[in-house]
């Protein structure tokens, strides 16, 4: 099972909430997954179709929860992929259709009693908090999709049309989050790309396991990462001192050939010749076999000095030629 399954399936095992909960979760359910069939005569079927068998499930309860009526569950074959089942949860009943798709605040009656349909979330599906977060759940439940963590971090929600998703946008917003939408194949997707806000959106929703195991790779990745840049940095000094090393050891053997080191104060050609003799020593070892001893600083200046006398004599090497 995919982690975005296993997602789907703890969220549509919390309970269904109290009644204004459970029409915010209806109500998200018809836009994300509800089509609206027109009968005539003012009449209107309902039907909700998902790939998931415990999202149809819950859709099920919901609207048998809430009014008292017995969908109708019809399982078709995906046509277009050929493997997945299509769950259709069918309420066929007019009256109850039209109640419901009222109730969700999707249609509403204007001043000359013409039927019409609400775009967006409508403010009074989600005043309390508990509503909010019933809705944005539904929301993923019927058109969202989250990538297993050990891969990489993205959430997504997937809507019909633009009015609809920046109408989502500012619903997640009210919970400090911001999902950036893009158009994809005709359809308008909310998503996450950082971790913390999909750990963030996680909680919101109610899915406190699928948080747990998020987080805990989230760790994970975050030392691997951090032992990485560790041992990344500590190889780039080690290879910027072994360069060093050659340089500084390439430089006194010029020096040694084309003047001789006798020729360097006593403090040059002391760290010269312990440079020569220790090639693998490190700046504060060979500080530290000097008499009196001297820090990093202090033999960095004596070698930059012979790196100098060096590079001088090359120049006078190639204006006598």
Not at 95 to 105: G, K, P, V
Not at 211 to 226: G, T, V
């Amino acid at each position: 099972m995919s982690f975005s399954s296993t997602v789907k399936s703890e969220l549509c095992s919390i309970p269904l909430g109290q009644s204004c909960c459970i029409m915010a979760e209806l109500a998200a359910f018809v836009h994300i997954n509800g089509t609206m069939v027109f009968l005539g005569n003012n009449e209107v079927g309902l039907y909700f179709s998902t790939e998931s068998a415990p999202v149809a499930r819950r859709i099920f309860k919901l609207v048998k929860g809430r009014y008292k009526v017995q969908p109708e569950l019809l399982i078709r074959k995906n046509q277009r992929l050929k493997k997945n089942n299509v769950y259709i949860v069918a309420v066929l009943s007019p009256t109850e259709a039209r109640m419901l798709l009222e109730d969700a605040h999707v249609l509403y009656k204007d001043e000359m009693d013409n039927t019409n349909i609400y775009e967006g979330i409508h403010p009074m599906l989600v005043e309390k908090e508990c509503c909010r977060r019933a809705y944005l759940r539904a929301t993923f439940l019927g058109g969202g999709y989250i990538s297993a963590p050990e891969k990489n971090y993205h959430l997504e929600i997937v809507t019909h049309d633009l009015q609809y998703a920046q109408a989502l946008s500012g619903l997640i917003a009210r919970f400090d989050l911001h999902a950036k939408i893009v158009e994809r194949k005709g359809n308008h997707v909310l998503y996450f790309k950082e971790g913390e806000n999909i750990a963030n959106f996680l909680n919101i929703i109610g899915a406190h396991q699928a948080l747990l195991e998020l987080e805990n790779i989230r760790a994970c990745k975050d030392m691997r990462n951090n032992i990485n840049r560790i041992v990344n940095c500590e190889t780039a000094n080690l290879g910027k001192t072994v360069n060093a090393a050659i340089r500084q050891i390439e430089n006194i053997e010029y020096i040694r050939q084309s003047i001789g080191l006798n020729r360097l104060s006593p403090q040059l050609r002391e760290i010269a010749e312990l440079r020569l003799k220790y090639r693998d020593a490190s700046l504060k070892e060979l500080g530290s076999m000097l008499v009196p001893p001297i820090g990093k600083s202090g033999v960095n200046h004596r070698l930059r000095k012979l790196d100098e006398i060096a590079e001088a004599l090359r120049e006078k090497g190639k204006g006598e030629m």
